[in-house]
Structure formats: structure tokens, C-alpha cells
């Protein structure tokens, strides 16, 4: 059971679309008491990282998230500015994240890019992975984002895009993953990398 | 870097999709639904969708039809039309729309541009404006005015200065709609669509007038869009000839437009 997080800023129902159009079964976590037979969670996100925090914190999920993720190594994905909260800190609003992955969050240069990056890029993976199976040799994703990770530990980047240079599109590390473009929204690309996640996840 | 986006744009009413030429005589397509699953499955990039008589009705948008869309589609959508403010926006996004489009309402009020940016992101509130080409004026020196209410009320607003405003207060993308243009099938307005997407550092999506696959190529080729809406082209029984996603990605490949590929089965 795929259990995503659900929390005012995310969109999670989007997610849960998505879980359903591939048959995979799910359930929206909304509190710490949510966890209930969860094998693998998922973390939407939309906005700003600072409200991303403020609202999960709101929820009180975090501290069970941590040990359900740090400690018991349950597999995990973030999307956009759900894998942005996972590094140390982020430009936006100068917000102290969880640190889960080293390294940080900055702004694409408004003077070279237009912010926000919206549309589809393609994906350039940096390592194989089960994680990114089946995707055939050019797969465009959708992103919508003003701000991009830097993981201190190269070790972490999975799949680049490029905006301005190449950017951290997707990481893992360990029984965490996350995406910056939003699978959910990416077509059947999309879908194949999440049914890849939960299919790993509950295996 | 990004592919030039194809936006598939719906006008519905009491859940059908319909289409009008220049606002007026609208006749039924199909069910709303049926063609955002059959459009998604050409592989289009993103899609909107317009409840047209909302606003006039003075209800607010139909979230069941916002909510069955999304279990259909798995690539962005956008919701507009009746969006009286944040409550509205907020039950859009959480039916299962990705980007609210705002018009008349942000004329009357812009700061809901800038409160919809904060409360949900830049990224969810696309600015959508009618413009229409009238003699440069000390008032209006980019020679195109803002228009609301479905096109029938002038508003004196320059396009040009209006959309910078929009940036600034927070839109994450603008939608320029040559009235004009729009409904004759003959190509966008390629002068308004440079002019606003050389002065915003948002991505800009053009509208009104594609015909053809040709149109999308002048616009991507002849000024810095991002985006173009299609509507007609793709399912309207006006057209001598609609066009497939594929077919109009297709064409701009051949050309050097680069677009997101087509997926054969």
C-alpha cells in the first residue's frame, strides 16, 4: 500500500490519480496515526519549500516520517518541492530543510532562463537504475520549478535536465528517491517511473 | 532545454465542449471528458479548459467536471472562467487542476494574482488576457488593448503593460489572446505574442487563430512563446481539415521546432 502524504500545499490528488490509473493500491496520509499498513510513501509537493514544511509540520507527520524513512528504510519519493525540503536549505525564503540528502536549493538565473522553468525537458540519466526502467532513449518530463537542488555527493543525482546547465532532475539515495519534474503529470513516462517506484516499494 | 508546448484548449458548457468563432454562435462538440481522454491520448502536452458561462451565470465552476478530467489526464491541466477567488481556487487545485487561469476578474482585481501566487505558487496562476489591436495611443502605446467579459468590455488597459504587471505581481505564465485572430483559423498574432513574450521573463503562451500545423511553427520560429493553444484545428467540424497531435508535432519535428516527441505504440 502506497500511502501519500496529504497536506494542504501538495497534490496529492493528482498522485492519487495517478496510483489508480496504474493499479496500484493507495491511500492519503493526513496525520502521524495515518501509517497504517504503508509500505512505500510518497510526497507530492507544489510551492514554496517553507510552506511545504510549515504545512507537513502542521500535520505533524514529520518526526514519523523520519523513522519510518531514516530508520526503517521504507522506500520514499519526493516530487518537486517534495524533494526539494529533503536537502539542507533552500534559497527560497532562506528555509532551513530536512537534510536528509547534503547539499542545497538555489534560483535559476532570471537573467539567462525565464523562472519559471515550465514545460517538458528532456531527461539525461546519470546512472542506471531500476527506478528508471522502460523509458526508452528520449523521455521528456514535466517540470515546473523556479528553484533546483545541488547535491553536495554527485553519488545522489539519478537524471539531469537542462535549463540554464544541467540541473538535478531526479536523486536517490538509498530507499530514497525523488523527482523534480512532476511523474505524475508526465504522460505515460511519468507513470512508468512511478509504477516502477511502487513496484519496487512493495516488492 | 524545453520543448515548445502544444496546449489543447476546451470551451465547455453544461459539460460539453463547444466551440464558438469570435465569442459568438457556439455549437456542441462532445463531452468534455471524452475529449480530454481522447486528446491526452494524442499525446498533447497539456490542456485547458474554459467553463465559458460561469462567470455570466455568476456560479462557480463545475469541480466535478474539474475532478473527472483529472482522473483522465496525466499531463497538466488548467481550469478558468468563474474564479472569484482564493476558495475557488483553492477547490480547483484540489479537484485535480494544476494552474488556475485568471482574466476578467484579475482586470477588476489585480491583486488576486499576487494572492494566488503566494498562498499556492507562482507556477498554479497562469494570466490570461484578450487583447485586440487598436491605433497607439499615448494610453495604449503597444497599439493592443485589454478586453473582458468575453471580449465585449474595452478596458482602456495597455496588453503590454498590463502583462507586466501580471509577471510582477506573481503570474507564472501569460496567455495571450488575439481577438482578432481568434476564430479565424489564419495564423496567431505574431506581433503581440513577440512583443509581450520579449518583455516578460514568464513563459508566454500564444492563442488565437491556429489553423493549421504552419501557425505553430511561425509562432515558435518568430517569437519566443513557450506555448501554443489549439483548439479547432484538433476537433472543430468547421475546419475543412482537423489535425492529430502527432500529425502537428510531426511537422514542427521535421522543421528543427523541437517539441516533446510522439511515443509510437
Excluded at chain 1, 545522489?156 to 528517491?177: H, K, T
Excluded at chain 2, 488548467?78 to 485535480?96: A, E, F, P, Q, W
Amino acid at each position: 500500500m502506497i500511502g501519500i502524504i496529504n497536506y494542504k500545499a501538495g497534490n496529492s490528488h493528482s498522485v492519487k490519480n495517478a496510483c489508480e490509473k496504474i493499479g496500484v493500491e493507495c491511500k492519503y496520509v493526513g496525520g502521524p496515526d495515518d501509517f497504517d499498513g504503508v509500505s512505500a510513501i510518497v510526497l507530492p509537493g507544489v510551492g514554496s519549500a517553507k510552506a511545504t514544511l510549515d504545512s507537513l509540520d502542521e500535520i505533524g507527520v514529520l518526526p514519523r516520517l523520519e523513522e519510518l524513512v531514516l530508520r526503517r528504510r521504507v522506500p520514499f519519493l519526493g516530487i518537486c518541492v517534495g524533494l526539494q525540503i529533503l536537502f539542507e536549505h533552500s534559497e527560497e525564503d532562506d528555509a532551513d530543510c530536512l537534510g536528509w540528502i547534503k547539499g542545497n536549493v538555489v534560483k535559476f538565473d532570471e537573467k539567462n532562463v525565464r523562472v519559471p522553468q515550465i514545460g517538458w525537458n528532456r531527461l539525461v540519466r546519470k546512472r542506471r537504475d531500476p527506478f528508471l526502467a522502460g523509458l526508452g532513449e528520449s523521455a521528456y518530463f514535466y517540470f515546473v520549478n523556479s528553484y533546483y537542488a545541488k547535491p553536495a555527493d554527485e553519488s545522489d543525482l539519478l537524471a539531469v535536465a537542462d535549463y540554464d546547465g544541467e540541473f538535478c532532475a531526479m536523486i536517490r539515495r538509498g530507499n530514497i528517491y525523488a523527482s523534480q519534474c512532476h511523474i505524475e503529470k508526465s504522460g505515460p513516462v511519468g507513470l512508468t517511473v512511478l509504477k516502477n517506484f511502487c513496484e519496487g516499494g512493495n516488492g | 532545454m524545453l520543448a515548445n508546448r502544444l496546449i489543447a484548449c476546451f470551451d465547455v458548457i453544461g459539460g460539453m465542449v463547444t466551440k464558438a468563432s469570435q465569442f459568438q454562435n457556439n455549437i456542441d462538440i462532445e463531452p468534455a471528458v471524452d475529449a480530454a481522454r481522447r486528446i491526452y491520448e494524442q499525446q498533447i502536452d497539456e490542456l485547458i479548459f474554459y467553463d465559458v458561462t460561469a462567470s455570466a451565470e455568476k456560479r462557480p465552476i463545475d469541480l466535478n467536471l474539474v475532478e473527472a478530467v483529472g482522473k483522465e489526464v496525466f499531463v497538466p491541466y488548467t481550469v478558468g472562467g468563474g474564479i472569484r477567488g482564493l476558495t475557488d481556487m483553492y477547490n480547483v487545485l484540489k479537484s485535480g487542476a494544476e494552474k488556475i487561469s485568471v482574466d476578467s476578474m484579475a482586470v477588476r482585481n489585480p491583486q488576486i494574482i499576487a494572492q494566488g501566487a503566494k498562498e499556492f505558487g507562482s507556477q498554479c496562476v497562469v494570466l490570461s488576457m484578450q487583447v485586440k489591436r487598436v491605433a497607439k495611443s499615448a494610453s495604449i502605446p503597444s497599439g493592443y488593448e485589454i478586453a473582458i467579459d468575453g471580449a465585449r468590455v474595452f478596458t482602456g488597459m495597455d496588453a503590454l503593460e498590463w502583462a507586466a504587471r501580471g509577471a510582477d505581481l506573481g503570474a507564472g505564465e501569460i496567455v495571450v489572446n488575439s481577438i482578432d485572430n481568434d476564430g479565424t483559423h489564419h495564423g496567431y498574432d505574431l506581433d503581440v505574442t513577440g512583443l509581450i513574450a520579449d518583455n516578460v521573463r514568464i513563459p508566454v503562451v500564444a492563442s488565437g487563430g491556429a489553423g493549421k500545423p504552419e501557425h505553430l511553427y511561425d509562432v515558435f520560429t518568430r517569437t519566443q512563446a513557450s506555448a501554443g493553444i489549439i483548439s479547432s484545428m484538433l476537433y472543430s467540424p468547421r475546419l475543412e481539415r482537423n489535425f492529430t497531435v502527432e500529425e502537428i508535432k510531426e511537422y514542427l519535428r521535421r522543421r528543427g521546432v523541437a517539441v516533446r516527441p510522439f511515443i509510437g505504440r
